[in-house]
């Protein structure tokens, strides 16, 4: 009932730059925490970014400085602005947002996107 469909993903040289985007849709209420985490092979998924519907935001270190996540609520879109990518920023990135949804206002839960490759490479 609850879709989110990323797009942004792409082969980049070290250096350059990419936008992810997150689109959510369906039977939603509120939008609460949206995040970006990633998984590069052979590792376990790692958070990257989240943001708060109060617009606070948190980083990892890795990526502090070079990322920025932000959200359109009228969208219902999270976005990550990646610059001075590194070969290490190589994974399969993933979103995820916390929803209420109109039929159950009363509790939250968590969905997920079906990823996107993002490959930093010369």
């Known amino acids: 009932q609850v879709q989110l469909v990323e797009s942004g993903g792409d082969l980049v040289q070290p250096g350059g730059s990419l936008r992810l985007s997150c689109a959510a849709s369906g039977s939603i209420f509120t939008l609460r925490t949206m995040a970006w985490y990633r998984q590069a092979p052979g590792k376990s998924r790692e958070l990257v970014a989240d943001?708060?519907?109060?617009?606070?935001?948190n980083y990892a270190p890795s990526v502090k400085g070079r990322f920025t996540i932000s959200r359109d609520n009228a969208k219902k879109t999270v976005y990550l602005d990646m610059t001075s990518l590194k070969p290490e920023d190589t994974a399969v990135y993933y979103c995820?947002?916390?929803?209420?949804?109109?039929?159950?206002?009363?509790?939250?839960?968590?969905?997920w996107g079906q990823g996107t490759q993002v490959t930093v490479s010369s």
């Open positions: 995820k947002m916390t929803i209420v949804q109109r039929y159950d206002i009363h509790s939250a839960n968590d969905y």
């Open positions: 943001i708060t519907m109060d617009y606070i935001r």
